[in-house]
């Protein structure tokens, strides 16, 4: 390796850049996601945040409904956008994405105050729908920046934003609504930030190193050099076929679906939880559901270092890595579900068990989270937008769930069977994973390589 190129991995490079305004990029579509999931707790009861504000008379099934609807829109788009993102480039579709979920934010007390139920519904499920392009996009741009000795410490920074977006928001948002702007500004706020970050990103952000114009060309060829051997510089047609008829794929879409199912059980009921059972006003309840998001965003930072020290000095194969990695967040976090459920534990204790269940699943983004992108980085925006897509269908079920079965927000016992039921759904995902999972690169990813073995034309040594 050229000197230039070595001093390049530290010294801060033009890839940082682009992560860094990709992790902001989360880190607003995260916000924009949870902000309702406290938002709606002081809009139904103003006892709880600043009380000249209106109060909405909505009961435990319209605000589940109003919950889900953000993935109704959410599961439609993601295919799609994995696919012109591949085509086209990704950064005007990350921006487009975030710009319409920024307006419609900001439209938010509008379509709660004057358009009901129904509008609330409309407005989330199109905010969804532009959000379903997040993912899938931001796949396709980290697959062209992340060189392969940083791929996971860089995969997973971008990735933590989400945690970090928690993180922001939530304790934001409780003091936004005790504020004089009351429950309104929390999405006058959020909306107004996303449009600021989108204005940056598109003057800053670029499709790939081949497309900056004033980054150094020794970065560019170490960035491209690195990932020769896997990415195409020219988009492949993509093989439907050969995706769906892949047990590795499969196993990623099985492990997606539990992992939003009992995610976002937790993810967008939390707030209501630590509500009405563990009795904190909307202040504290702010701070209390952000504190588990504070431990998975530094989980994930250290998981990831470590992931690369594991990598760079082949301690423990990738696969064998991604399984372990899962196994931490999905059965770890089973344990301290099974545990809140089993145990009659005090206020404390369960804000523990809460926070362990969710730190432990920040394995997650060095598990199954990058698997796309090591089976086949030519289509990673297309497999995320599949995974994420039927995933997706049990991010609308949970909620939906927890109002079936939550019917008093106050009653611990119904609660316990929420947990009970997401640990069983972690336990039998993951079981699947680390029978039939890899990280391994799929002989798919460019197909013109894969013939060229078939029929034995490839005589390079």
């Given at each position: 390796?050229?000197?230039?190129?070595?001093?390049?991995?530290?010294?801060?490079?033009?890839?940082?850049?682009?992560t860094?305004?990709?992790?902001?990029g989360?880190?607003?579509?995260?916000?924009?996601?949870?902000?309702?999931s406290?938002?709606?707790?002081?809009?139904?009861?103003?006892?709880?945040?600043?009380?000249?504000?209106?109060?909405l008379?909505?009961?435990?099934?319209?605000k589940?409904?109003?919950?889900s609807?953000?993935?109704w829109?959410?599961l439609?788009?993601?295919?799609?956008?994995?696919?012109?993102?591949?085509?086209?480039?990704?950064?005007?579709?990350?921006?487009?994405?975030?710009?319409?979920?920024?307006?419609?934010?900001?439209?938010?007390?509008?379509?709660?105050?004057?358009?009901?139920?129904?509008?609330?519904?409309?407005?989330?499920?199109?905010?969804?729908?532009?959000?379903?392009?997040?993912?899938?996009?931001v796949?396709?741009?980290?697959?062209?920046?992340?060189?392969?000795?940083?791929?996971?410490?860089?995969?997973?920074?971008?990735?933590?934003?989400?945690?970090?977006?928690?993180l922001?928001?939530?304790?934001?948002?409780?003091?936004?609504?005790s504020?004089?702007?009351?429950?309104?500004?929390?999405?006058?706020?959020?909306?107004?930030?996303?449009?600021?970050?989108?204005?940056?990103?598109?003057?800053?952000?670029?499709?790939?190193?081949?497309?900056?114009q004033?980054?150094?060309?020794?970065?560019?060829?170490?960035?491209?050099?690195?990932?020769?051997?896997?990415?195409?510089?020219?988009?492949?047609?993509?093989?439907?076929?050969?995706?769906?008829?892949?047990?590795?794929m499969w196993?990623?879409?099985?492990?997606?679906?539990t992992?939003?199912?009992?995610?976002?059980?937790?993810?967008?009921?939390?707030?209501?939880?630590?509500?009405?059972?563990?009795?904190?006003d909307?202040?504290?309840?702010?701070?209390?559901?952000?504190?588990?998001?504070?431990?998975?965003?530094?989980?994930?930072?250290?998981?990831?270092?470590?992931?690369?020290?594991?990598r760079?000095?082949?301690?423990?194969?990738?696969?064998?890595?991604?399984?372990?990695?899962n196994?931490?967040a999905h059965?770890?976090?089973?344990?301290?579900?099974?545990?809140?459920?089993?145990?009659?534990?005090s206020?404390?204790?369960?804000?523990?068990?809460?926070?362990?269940t969710?730190?432990?699943?920040?394995?997650?983004?060095?598990g199954?989270?990058?698997?796309h992108?090591?089976?086949?980085?030519?289509?990673?925006?297309?497999?995320?937008?599949?995974?994420?897509?039927?995933?997706?269908?049990?991010?609308?079920?949970?909620?939906?769930?927890?109002?079936?079965?939550?019917?008093?927000?106050?009653?611990?016992?119904q609660?316990?069977?929420?947990?009970?039921?997401?640990?069983?759904v972690?336990?039998i995902g993951?079981?699947?994973?680390?029978?039939?999972?890899?990280?391994?690169t799929?002989?798919?990813?460019?197909?013109?390589?894969?013939?060229?073995?078939?029929?034995?034309?490839?005589?390079?040594p």
């Amino acid at each position: 390796m050229a000197w230039s190129q070595y001093s390049e991995k530290f010294t801060w490079g033009e890839r940082y850049t682009q992560t860094l305004l990709i992790f902001f990029g989360m880190v607003i579509a995260y916000g924009l996601r949870v902000n309702l999931s406290v938002g709606i707790v002081a809009m139904t009861d103003k006892s709880r945040a600043n009380t000249h504000f209106i109060e909405l008379p909505w009961d435990e099934s319209s605000k589940s409904k109003i919950l889900s609807s953000f993935f109704w829109g959410y599961l439609i788009t993601q295919v799609y956008a994995g696919q012109m993102a591949q085509k086209y480039g990704g950064k005007f579709f990350l921006a487009g994405a975030l710009g319409i979920s920024g307006i419609l934010t900001i439209l938010t007390p509008v379509s709660a105050i004057h358009g009901g139920v129904l509008v609330m519904c409309a407005n989330r499920m199109v905010q969804g729908m532009a959000q379903g392009f997040v993912f899938p996009v931001v796949n396709v741009l980290i697959s062209k920046w992340a060189p392969a000795s940083e791929k996971g410490r860089l995969i997973s920074f971008v990735f933590s934003g989400t945690q970090f977006g928690s993180l922001v928001m939530l304790p934001t948002a409780g003091l936004l609504a005790s504020s004089s702007g009351g429950w309104p500004a929390i999405f006058y706020v959020s909306g107004a930030l996303t449009l600021i970050w989108v204005l940056i990103w598109s003057l800053m952000g670029a499709n790939s190193p081949l497309e900056h114009q004033t980054m150094s060309e020794a970065e560019k060829k170490f960035i491209i050099n690195s990932l020769s051997n896997t990415t195409s510089k020219k988009p492949l047609p993509t093989p439907w076929g050969k995706i769906f008829k892949s047990i590795p794929m499969w196993t990623l879409i099985i492990v997606h679906l539990t992992q939003n199912l009992g995610f976002w059980i937790l993810f967008t009921n939390m707030p209501t939880y630590i509500n009405y059972i563990l009795k904190f006003d909307i202040k504290s309840n702010g701070f209390l559901s952000a504190m588990p998001y504070l431990i998975m965003w530094i989980l994930i930072i250290a998981f990831s270092w470590t992931s690369d020290y594991i990598r760079t000095r082949g301690l423990i194969s990738n696969t064998n890595q991604r399984k372990m990695w899962n196994s931490v967040a999905h059965w770890g976090g089973a344990l301290t579900l099974v545990s809140l459920y089993l145990f009659d534990t005090s206020t404390i204790g369960a804000i523990v068990l809460l926070t362990a269940t969710l730190g432990l699943n920040s394995g997650v983004f060095t598990g199954f989270l990058t698997n796309h992108i090591d089976l086949a980085p030519n289509f990673a925006g297309t497999l995320m937008g599949i995974t994420n897509s039927i995933a997706n269908i049990t991010s609308i079920l949970g909620p939906l769930l927890v109002g079936f079965v939550v019917t008093d927000s106050s009653n611990k016992d119904q609660w316990g069977i929420v947990f009970l039921y997401s640990a069983g759904v972690f336990f039998i995902g993951n079981l699947i994973y680390v029978i039939f999972g890899t990280a391994d690169t799929q002989s798919w990813n460019d197909l013109s390589i894969y013939n060229e073995i078939k029929t034995g034309k490839n005589e390079d040594p």
